[in-house]
Nanobody, 131 residues
């Protein structure tokens, strides 16, 4: 049984930083460079659609970001630990959302931030940014 579990959410003031973790069990992050397997982070704010914000191909480390977080967030993966991370800096109030990690996909670069491509999801972790 595949299970993803996020951690590291919390409350922080604007301008601050948080590091989210996503640990997978029952699922291995592929280390094969051409596997095309990816892990991604999504977020959903109240009243808004779920937004893909960062993704990484675990085989070659290539990463992709939504414009809304580019330059502020960094996604990494530790394949030996079956864990993905999202380092968030310069946080803004508009970053407030529930953050989800997702895996189980081999999307193309053009769809790597598309939620419909991912099979497995964690329950989410709340991030609240206040002024």
């Amino acid at each position: 049984q595949v299970r993803l579990m996020e951690s590291g959410g919390g409350s922080v003031q604007a301008g601050g930083s948080l590091r989210l973790s996503c640990r997978a069990s029952g699922y291995q992050f592929s280390t094969y460079p051409r596997s095309g397997n990816s892990v991604a982070w999504f977020r959903q704010a109240p009243g808004k659609e779920r937004e893909g914000i960062a993704a990484i191909y675990t085989g070659n480390g290539a990463s992709y970001y939504a414009d809304s977080v580019k330059g502020r967030f960094t996604i990494t993966s530790d394949n030996d630990k079956h864990t993905a991370y999202l380092e968030m800096t310069s946080l803004k109030e508009e970053d407030t959302a529930v953050y989800y990690c997702a895996a189980g996909a081999s999307p193309s670069q053009s769809t790597v931030l598309s939620s419909s491509k991912y099979e497995y999801w964690g329950p989410g972790t709340q991030v609240t940014v206040s002024s």
